[in-house]
């Protein structure tokens, strides 16, 4: 019992407790924890984040929504949060002007965030902004080295993205 009274005395451990349950893809143990620091401290913006991609990895986009606005709220400049909110907002609901005005906001916070600077260079694609796609897509490759080990697979992944797309023609970008 001891145990557990330090923990609920001890969000940021509970908070960490939560996050390896859910790096284990235990959602119903997760959540609990994640909850259970909400409670004791709703102002906990790790926590709210950390519940949002929780959320959406359940399908509960508009839940994850409303969690990560909240993380968001507390902490502005909490860069998972926003570069996740813009992830959603980008590639499940199709906000591109949002997701947009999302990039830019990070990109005042970190010039050279690539998550921020990928995420803008898509959403000016989908929204047919060629020029400044293709100059954000150039500036992910200059930036990548700096940012990533060769072996991320996220950043390989965004990487790939960026020579692919830069390998277009403008004629090819506008179909």
Not at 81 to 90: N, T
Not at 108 to 116: H, R
Not at 132 to 143: Q, T
Request: net charge positive; with cysteine; hydrophobic share 40%.
């Amino acid at each position: 019992m001891a145990f557990f009274d330090f923990l609920r005395q001890n969000p940021a451990k509970l908070n960490k407790t939560g996050i390896k349950w859910y790096n284990r893809g235990e959602w119903d143990a997760a959540i609990m924890y994640f909850d259970q620091v909400i409670s004791i401290d709703p102002n906990n913006s790790d926590a709210w984040y950390y519940k949002a991609k929780l959320l959406d990895h359940l399908k509960k986009r508009d839940d994850a929504l409303i969690a990560v606005n909240k993380a968001i709220a507390l902490n502005p400049t909490n860069l998972d949060a926003l570069g996740f909110k813009e992830g959603i907002l980008r590639c499940s609901k199709k906000n591109y002007s949002e997701a947009i005005s999302i990039c830019q906001d990070m990109l005042k916070i970190d010039p050279n965030n690539l998550i921020a600077l990928s995420g803008l260079a898509e959403s000016y694609y989908r929204t047919a902004n060629y020029e400044k796609s293709i100059e954000l897509a150039k500036k992910c490759i200059k930036v990548l080295p700096s940012q990533a080990a060769p072996t991320d697979p996220r950043f390989q992944s965004t990487l790939l993205w960026a020579e692919s797309f830069l390998s277009l023609s403008e004629e090819e970008l506008r179909k």
